[in-house]
């Protein structure tokens, strides 16, 4: 076994974000490594979502970098959005189309094929409403459906928004399940979440310890 | 390609089976060029002079009828964040969504308006030219279109700003559509005025998708 230090595989130095004009956090830094997870914790507003958007791609940082391997993300943009899956908060789901037909869709923007559609409907036990019209399923189902793009094709690094919301109790343990089947093939995984998500040996992030002081 | 493929697809499906998009722009365009008659009057000649240009502003506004949903949907339920995430160029999915709005509005336009130019008197011999004047020009008002769309993401009131914004651009679609429909019944060539508009073409198809996928950047920050 090797020891000492683990990989740099993902990392962020130094990130400030602003929004509105106002800062929203400073100095931040973190590192994973190979099959690492990092869950960011903090109340309402201190930038759990930003931080998440930042790390995608979605939009730079106020400050700082993030590094993937290495080298900056901002200098391949592409090889970055391949790299990675991004389930914010809203499910991006089609209420006309059914399960399968959106699941689908976003297999196949990801050069995937659909077959890993269907094994990934079944994982999350959706399998029985893959031909229902996507407005016919609970908020739940919908959950995990936006859930199901992360196992129809592969991806190193998932940004999670707030994955578990509105998830039962079984449901959970297949994210979780999935999450670290995940991170034993070597993938990373940063999740913003508000319930305690039960990873093992997962760093926690507290974006309330990088708000800007206020002067006094 | 065949994410290009799949986006056009999804789009087609999704226009189809909401209530058919498609319909109200094709229901909208008739009964706006069926008002005329009953507004200047049945005359043949009076209607033969103006039908090139009622079909023609009929069309635009018809176009610009269904251009407001091109990506407020999207932007609405999270989609377009997700596509923005996707390897596909930007400007290539930009391209897709307009292959699609023309596929399911554009095209059924050019299929109608020869029946609606019967109703107007339009002279039958330019009906041929008629026809692929609006070929060529309608995917120009969809190119155009979506950058209008883009740029008005999020605003409020969006549809009224989109006008604003992209019916001075249409003007060129509009002058070189009714004078090539206009030509040939008036026994000129129609052909200098189908090159102009192929030109409108060709530079809208390589200017608009960039436009667009940049006001799509700016809107997802």
Known sequence: MRRGLPQKFFSGQDLACRRGGRLVFRGLNFSL??????????????????????????????????????????????????????IGHQDALKPALTARENLAFWVEMRGGK?????????????????????????????????????????????LLDEPATGLDTQALEHLLAAISAHRRQGGCVVAATHAPLALAEAAVLSLADFAPRRAA | MNAFAALVGRDLKLAFRQGGDWANVAAFFALAVILFPFGVGPEPELLARISAGVLWVAALLAALLSLERLFQSDWEDGSLEALVLMPLPLELQALAKCLAHWLATGLPLTVIAPLLALVLHFNSAGMVSLVLAMLLGTPVLSLIGAVGAALTLGARRGGVLLSLLVLPLYIPVLIFGVAASEAASMGFAARPHLLLLAALLLAALALAPWAAAAALRQAME
Request: proline share 5%; glycine share 12%; charged share 20%.
């Open chain 1, 114 to 158: 659909r077959r890993g559609a269907d094994a990934a409907l079944k994982s999350f036990r959706l399998g029985a409403r893959a031909d229902w019209p996507c407005r016919y399923l609970s908020a739940g189902e919908r959950r995990r459906l936006a859930l199901a793009r992360l196992i129809a094709s592969k991806a190193w690094l998932w």
């Open chain 1, 33 to 86: 490594g190979r099959g690492g997870a990092l869950l960011l914790a903090g109340p309402n507003g201190s930038g759990k979502t930003s931080l998440l958007r930042m790390l995608a791609g979605l939009t730079p940082p106020a400050e700082g970098q993030i590094f993937w391997h290495g080298s900056s993300i901002s200098l391949d943009p592409a090889a970055h959005r391949a790299r990675l899956h991004f």
